[in-house]
């Protein structure tokens, strides 16, 4: 049927439509619509990048043709959390569909961030509370807190008349996430008792028997690391995993390093962290990143963006020796607190092997428990669980 017949497919009001214009069955672009009583609704607007398996394209996203077709039925966006896979494509596709975008403060702060360095002059970010109920057209929506690897990922119940969803987002257990609120296991309790149609389980591995472990288990290990090393220490980690980047200023004071960050998108977000009371106060002031090359390596901890080998990042860009304010020298230290993504494994071989080659020794995941998902892994119960897309910038 043609898209813009706005005579087709018009939500009637004995129905709750699920429908996923990108994100289900694949990695990243995650873009799902609820449709109810004549009214759509989005949650999430991700992007994937190419990587490895398209050279050619440097993001990807889902088409919004569906939607843009007939926005004047579409009540708002709603998003989870700020990874780029649910956020990304706001930059590029926001201007088809000039709806309200709903977003708890981190994200809200992150993605206005967005909008304004793509030239949008207009402001349709509407912040929203932790853990805030209102209606939205003929939807209840309620925001309901989990953790994962950056502030503030929420799960969003969908209530109707017909029945409620719950839509997870990103999301894992974490008793001890370092910043922010834990989840809410009352809220999620009292959530497996209601007679939900379905949950919309929207995580990488949210199938997968087993557990994850907390950011509050990796001080330990990377202390114990950082106190081996006699050169320069640097980490490169997610630029929006707060959480860890807390952990690494606090290793680094523990062993009496300077701690900076190298890398604009890390600045930007611990900025915003900041902004939004996530970054501790007692922390010493970080230090400026054209001032770390000129402290004696054993006193230089840095945490730096580029763990997925980007080529053009602050990683790379040292692993090639052509970083304005920092250089390698034998002896000096380089941590992975980060997974390696699939697809991506070609770029970050080839970025440790130029750590390599600079004589820096290389510790990943692998060598040393430096890392946590942020993703779950546990087996589902009793409810419909519909797997849809992971977040693949922010394991
Ligand atoms: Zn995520």
Redesign the pocket.
């Known amino acids: 049927m043609p898209l813009n017949d706005s005579a087709h497919l018009i939500p009637t009001t004995d129905e709750l439509l699920f429908l996923p214009l990108g994100g289900a069955g694949e990695i990243g672009m995650n873009l799902a619509l609820y449709g109810h009583d004549g009214a759509w609704f989005m949650v999430d607007m991700g992007l994937t990048f190419g990587g490895d398996a398209f050279p050619e394209h440097r993001v990807m996203m889902a088409d919004p043709a569906f939607i843009a077709a007939r926005r004047e039925r579409l009540v708002g966006i709603l998003l989870?959390?700020g990874?780029e896979?649910?956020v990304g494509a706001l930059p590029y596709l926001w201007r088809r569909l000039r709806c309200p975008i709903l977003a708890t403060p981190f994200t809200a702060a992150f993605v206005r961030q967005k909008l304004a360095g793509a030239g949008i002059e207009e402001d349709p970010v509407r912040p929203i509370a932790l853990g805030e109920r209102f209606q939205l057209g003929p939807f209840g929506v309620e925001y309901i807190g989990m953790t994962?690897?950056?502030p503030e990922?929420n799960g969003i119940l969908i209530t109707t008349p017909v029945g409620a969803v719950f839509h997870s987002?990103?999301w894992k257990l974490d008793d001890r996430p370092v910043v922010g609120r834990r989840y809410d296991p009352d809220r999620l309790h009292a959530l497996s008792r209601a007679p939900l149609l379905a949950m919309v389980c929207d995580?990488t591995n949210a199938v997968v028997p087993g557990s994850t472990g907390s950011e509050g288990d990796l001080f330990a290990p990377l202390l114990e690391l950082a106190s081996q090393a006699s050169g320069r220490i640097l980490v490169t980690s997610f630029a929006s995993n707060i959480a860890r980047l807390v952990t690494l200023a606090r290793v680094a004071e523990a062993v009496g390093r300077r701690f900076g960050l190298v890398g604009q998108a890390m600045a930007r977000m611990v900025a915003i962290a900041r902004g939004c009371g996530y970054w501790p106060g007692d922390l010493p002031e970080l230090v400026d990143p054209r001032h770390l090359g000129l402290l004696p390596p054993q006193e230089v901890f840095a945490a730096c963006t580029g763990s997925q080998g980007e080529p053009g990042s602050a990683l790379a860009r040292i692993a090639e020796d052509r970083h304005r304010d920092l250089s390698l020298d034998p002896g000096d230290a380089v941590f992975f607190s980060s997974k390696m993504i699939p697809g991506n494994e070609a770029s970050v071989m080839r970025v440790q092997q130029r750590l390599k080659d600079l004589g820096a020794e290389i510790v990943t995941d692998t060598d040393a428990p430096i890392h946590v998902s942020?993703?779950p892994a546990i087996r589902p119960r009793r409810i419909c669980a519909v797997s849809t897309a992971g977040?693949s910038?922010?394991p």
């Open positions: 989870t959390h990874h896979d649910h994962h690897s950056i990922s987002g990103d995580s942020g993703h977040c910038r922010r």
